[in-house]
């Protein structure tokens, strides 16, 4: 339950700018989808709000500036998951979940009773319990992805950083992530902003979306005034059409032989 | 897909954990017992071995047995072998928990507790002072080679540091690139190295004492060496037990080990520091004792798991027991000559690991 602000956000490495000023709020409970082609600032973008990249303006939660907080203090409030994570073979879902109540340790502690308390709750509720002991080295993809979001959870954080959460599953498997993001979402009333490559399941799954290119704004809105087939072959350089499902109005953009124009 | 139902009870309960792992500090803590008391049973001279641990008994306040060691035999167990034991433990177990902590900052399975320099600096040291004045140093009260050795071990890990740092972390501002300095220490390696071979080159009279230095040993141990090094090991040691858990977040990576609310950047200086002053200490008085660090962080991961957690303690504690094992063949082997234990470490352990990692399963 907590509102995410945007104020000008830069983000630059060396002297090359990835993210010209960025400006937007996302509201309470929102989801704000982050679209635009390879290297248009996505990933810059969640990494300056993950506190891993350094940044110009102000990025704040509730009104409080990240860049005046303790890490730890940041990352009780914003969780992050990365594109391509880092998943230790040999270590437990039970200890890898775990890792998410990092934040709330001393420095020299250890977690508590209820620390292991939530880590096991978080893991029943998506369905990972019978997995507690298992070795990450041994699960699927899509059981990985579930761990992974798994541990974000168990962060309790109210606001949720997801960089291409589903580029590595099946068709299937990427479906069931977003509706599990979608049924926390719901329940805990977690802020997300998520950058994603299928613009199909972007605009179905986010209330609102923001197409970057080049480090800058092209768009913003609902999925039906952003993803336009002209727009999209402008920035992407990609011949489409995009249909509009006259029963829910869900926006399908379909991939088209031919050049863009 | 249903799997958020709120009011679901969670099924599992959150584990303790704690049994297997007070379990392998039993059996660790229980391995080395034996191996000091093996270790200052056997020597080629002095009381018959299995008198050895009666006598120590006997030693142990509130008892009283009649060992049938006479205070001669005694003198050779408690003034020769005994601080070698306690000695080789030192190193071992520093050597074994520095290693496997610079495995972790590092997340790299190949890096020993040398990989900054801390060998190579300690070598140059030690070079240094068996070539500059050593017919007038030989007679100081305080020989300066464990000195110099220590001060380039630390000054050339420094070294290695700052270079490193500069190049890393000019656009994040945080240094946080491991691999950036584990190569800044391939470099800095390489020049202390030349350094060495330069000076030795032209000093060939010390050359075989250099090489033995380096080749590492544990003879002539005194009580004295074990009270030089105590405070460096038994600090490392606990800034880096307190630490164990930190390199388990530092498993899944810098950036989500940042994400996680940890300074990364800083928690990597403070475990480097803090394994780079034992081994440069233990390096100092024992020389460069190969494999020790490398492996036994490794055999315990195939045997206990690769949580930090457990490994760090159990580093401690095997890594001891291996030292005090390996040193007795090199006493016993062509006595009264020794065999350098650098020697036998390498000769023990790398056949142990190869059936480590050939029994158990590498996932």
Known sequence: ?261 | MTVVTADDAPSTRARAGGAGDARWYVIGAAVLLVSIVVGASIGPAGPESWRVPVALLDHLPLIAIDSGVTQAEWNIVWRIRMPRVILAALVGGMLSVAGASYQGVFRNPLVDPYLLGAAAGAGLGATLALTTGRNVTMSWSVDPVPTAAFVFAVLTVAVTYLVGASFSGSSSGSGRSGVTLVLAGVAVVAFVTAMQTFILQRNQDVVREVYQWILGRLSGATWSDVVLIFPYVAVSCLVLMLHRRHLDVFRVGDDEAAALGVSVGRTRVVIVIAATLGTAAVVSVSGLIAFVGLVIPHAIRLMAGAGYRRLIPLSLLFGASFLIIADIPGRMLSSPAETPIGVVTAFLGAPFFIYLLRTRRIV
């Not at chain 1, 798994?150 to 479906?175: F, K, M, N, W, Y």
């Not at chain 1, 913003?220 to 249909?243: I, K, N, P, Q, Y």
């Open chain 1, 1 to 261: 339950m907590s509102e995410l602000i945007f104020d000008e956000v830069a983000v630059s490495y060396g002297k090359r700018p990835a993210v010209a000023p960025f400006t937007d709020g996302v509201g309470s409970g929102e989801w704000l989808g982050i679209i635009g082609p390879n290297g248009a600032g996505k990933s810059s973008l969640l990494r300056a709000a993950a506190g891993l990249v350094g940044h110009g303006g102000t990025i704040a939660v509730d009104g409080v500036s990240l860049a005046g907080m303790s890490d730890r203090d940041r990352a009780s409030r914003v969780a992050y998951v990365a594109q391509n994570p880092l998943i230790p073979d040999d270590m437990s879902v039970f200890d890898y979940v775990l890792l998410g109540r990092t934040p709330y340790v001393g420095y020299f502690g250890t977690e508590s009773t209820l620390d292991r308390e939530i880590a096991a709750e978080v893991l029943d509720r998506l369905g990972l319990g019978e997995f507690a002991g298992r070795m990450l080295g041994t699960m699927s993809g899509g059981e990985r992805q579930r761990v992974v979001i798994a541990r974000a959870l168990a962060q309790e954080a109210p606001v949720l950083l997801l960089d291409e959460p589903t580029s590595a599953l099946d068709i299937g498997h990427q479906q069931q992530a977003l509706e599990l993001i979608t049924e926390l979402r719901r329940h805990q009333h977690i802020t997300i902003v998520s950058a994603m490559h299928d613009l199909t399941l972007a605009g179905t799954y986010t209330d609102r979306l923001v197409m970057l290119s080049d480090g800058a704004v092209v768009a913003s809105g609902s999925a039906r005034d952003v993803l336009t087939a002209e727009r999209l072959g402008e920035v992407f350089h990609v011949c489409v059409s995009v249909d509009i499902d006259p029963d829910d109005g869900t926006v399908i953009v379909v991939p088209r032989r031919g050049f863009p124009v």
